[in-house]
């Protein structure tokens, strides 16, 4: 019943979330019982756990009723802190990414395009939340396959990130891969090899966002009909990660194993 013990079951409900949702879940909704009796429904510890619940109904596929809690999220945060708030700015981020998940294209998009205009006004151009709410509007279009719109939205946040000499941040190749993702859907495997090659020059062997980088450029490879180049850039790879750090990526060989010519 004390204050530590509820942030231990708070952290706890985090940390499974992943591995052990079902059990996220449950230790989350009893920290959530806790925590609105203890601080009422609009404090921000309460705001906090609802989250990892709302993350958690996610997870195990409760998707209804997480939706409804990141709406409930967001009237709660707008009342502490203002729809320019960190609480509310995430919230509505879930939202729209559950809009798109359904198929809301249109939904999502108004409320994307709104988050640009606050992360702009309250943070200004300089801001990761600012950036991250443009690849968000690229999301949307990407999830609606308004291609076009995608491109031009994940250009303009790479524009920024460069701009600022961000190039390297993590959030900015992340950025990268997923434009990388959408141009291969939208049948332009033979862009993604620009789009990477930035991020690719920089990232060492071992680096966590290498490997799938990697598998991203062997694909747009493959699908440009060049499936030698890919899996000679994947053997090389993985050859490169044995030497480096004494390892196989298991992504790198999953690729390859789905990939490789039979009697190769």
Not at 129 to 145: E, G, N, S, T
Not at 199 to 221: Q, W
Not at 241 to 254: I, N, W
Request: proline share 3%; with cysteine.
């Amino acid at each position: 019943g004390s204050a530590l013990h509820y942030e231990a079951m708070r952290y706890l409900a985090s940390i499974l979330l992943d591995d052990d949702p079902a059990s996220s879940l449950e230790i989350a909704e009893r920290a959530l019982v806790d925590a609105v009796e203890r601080y009422g429904p609009t404090h921000s510890q309460t705001i906090e756990i609802r989250f990892t619940y709302a993350q958690a109904l996610s997870h195990v596929g409760r998707v209804d009723e997480a939706e409804r809690e990141f709406r409930l999220l967001l009237e709660h945060a707008a009342g502490i802190g203002g729809e320019q708030s960190v609480y509310y700015q995430t919230a509505l981020s879930n939202v729209i990414r559950m809009l798109n998940d359904r198929g809301d294209h249109e939904e999502a998009l108004v409320l994307a395009e709104a988050q640009v205009e606050r992360s702009l006004e309250q943070y200004g151009p300089r801001s990761s939340y600012y950036m991250l709410a443009i690849r968000q509007v690229a999301r949307c279009h990407r999830a609606a396959k308004a291609w076009e719109a995608s491109e031009r939205e994940y250009e303009r946040a790479l524009g920024l990130y460069s701009r600022f000499d961000w190039t390297q941040v993590s959030e900015s190749m992340k950025t990268r891969m997923e434009y990388a993702e959408m141009l291969i859907k939208a049948g332009r495997p033979d862009r993604v090899e620009g789009v990477l090659s930035p991020m690719l020059a920089k990232l060492p062997s071992g680096h966590e966002l290498r490997s799938p980088a990697i598998v991203l450029k062997a694909t747009a490879l493959a699908a440009s009909d060049r499936l030698g180049d890919a899996i000679d850039l994947v053997e090389r790879e993985l050859a490169d990660a044995e030497r480096d750090a004494g390892t196989r990526p298991q992504e790198l060989v999953d690729w390859l194993g789905a990939h490789r010519i039979p009697g190769a």
